[in-house]
């Protein structure tokens, strides 16, 4: 079996790498960067701080940041009249999954042209696009190092997953002192999202050797990390550890693929505007346990990466030690259910058809060791509500 691997040209990685991003670009050869990023980042200085480099490195930036939380189709003409303005031949994201999604989606319609519905999976993107940098603020999205971006169709709420190596950007700084200002609620969305990468790369039916490695090593620092960037936000070591770790898991599953939780998570996302992270943590432990005795031995491997089983421990108890811990973590990290995060139940239930269809469509159910009927996930939406 051959596996295509696919990761950034370069990575620049460790505490003040954010200054080296001018030097980064120009030696890309673009000299029109357009950086996108969110107001936050623009109000915090941030923004600010990455237009200075590129400028002292002779380029001349321009700057969009109109992005809003899961971006939309309608939220791209903004973005798009700027870089068309501005004859941008890049484009830098800076920010957390949405400004990273923004960015990867206007450098291909920058080229291209047409609409996000004509790109969406199952169509392959190969390009043309112009190249993207990318300069995350999260630890967990690992969108720095994946071919993927997903956007929502204004017109139905669909949350459309739209893969291929054009959205794959050219190059990445990984700088966790971006993440120290993150709230404890994102550190822990943030983080469960990273491992939720990560363990699905590793039990997807397209894993292979080199995103093993990645996803293992991942599981591993989440579990010794996590509890405590949401514990202590100005923890250093930790802060870096999530950010490698967030990166690790992004190129594990941008050269494997996400399965159920995360065909599952766009659709709750997309209708009730859930952070996707968040939407992530309230799926996890349940259609984890649905899974696990399909590929006991892949989810065993998780289980001792983790820390919550040895060697020793048959693969079916390691499995379920960690459906177990999963339930343990997102009780420590205060994840909500659907009804304490206030969703109406009636709504919520009217929508699971119409959600359970949306999950399928997306493609991601189908990497799951257990493939799902549209009945079964409608019963896991079910389920997790309250």
Request: net charge negative; with cysteine; hydrophobic share 40%.
């Amino acid at each position: 079996m051959t596996s295509a691997i696919m990761q950034p040209r370069e990575l620049r990685i460790g505490g003040g790498a954010i200054d080296q991003i001018g030097e980064l670009v120009a030696g890309l050869g673009i000299g029109r960067p357009l950086v996108v990023t969110d107001g936050f980042l623009l109000s915090n200085g941030t923004a600010e701080r990455v237009l200075k480099s590129l400028e002292n490195a002779g380029l001349s930036p321009r700057l969009f940041s109109g992005t809003v939380p899961d971006p939309t189709t309608d939220s791209l003409t903004a973005g798009l009249e700027v870089l068309k303005e501005g004859d941008c031949d890049a484009v830098v994201g800076l920010g957390g999954g949405s400004p990273m999604d923004t960015s990867k989606a206007l450098a291909l319609l920058g080229v291209q042209g047409g609409e996000m519905s004509q790109y969406k999976a199952p169509v392959r993107n190969t390009g043309p696009a112009l190249p993207i940098i990318a300069v995350p603020t999260t630890a967990g999205s690992g969108s720095e190092a994946t071919q993927f971006t997903v956007i929502t169709d204004s017109a139905s709420d669909e949350k459309m997953l739209c893969p291929g190596p054009a959205f794959l950007p050219v190059a990445a700084v990984i700088d966790y002192e971006l993440t120290l200002s993150m709230p404890a609620r994102l550190s822990a969305d943030t983080g469960v999202d990273a491992l939720t990468h990560a363990v699905e790369a590793y039990v997807s039916k397209r894993a292979n050797p080199f995103s093993d490695a990645l996803c293992l090593t991942s599981i591993s620092t989440i579990a010794e990390y996590l509890r405590r960037v949401y514990a202590d936000g100005s923890d250093t070591q930790a802060r870096a550890a999530m950010m490698l770790a967030a990166t690790q898991a992004g190129i594990a599953f941008s050269n494997s693929s996400v399965a159920l939780v995360h065909g599952m998570s766009r659709p709750l996302g997309a209708h009730f505007h859930v952070a996707h992270g968040l939407s992530n943590a309230m799926l996890f432990p349940a259609v984890t346990e649905f899974s696990a005795n399909h590929a006991p031995a892949r989810y065993a491997d998780c289980a001792r990466a983790y820390g919550v089983a040895s060697e020793s421990t048959p693969d079916e108890a390691a499995a379920a030690a960690l459906v177990d811990e999963l339930q343990n973590l997102c009780r420590d990290l205060a994840v909500p259910t659907p009804a304490t995060y206030g969703i109406d139940e009636s709504t919520w239930h009217r929508l699971i058809p119409v959600m359970a269809e949306q999950a399928v469509a997306s493609g991601s159910p189908a990497n799951n060791p257990r493939v799902p009927a549209v009945e079964e996930i409608a019963e896991l939406y079910a389920q997790i509500y309250d």
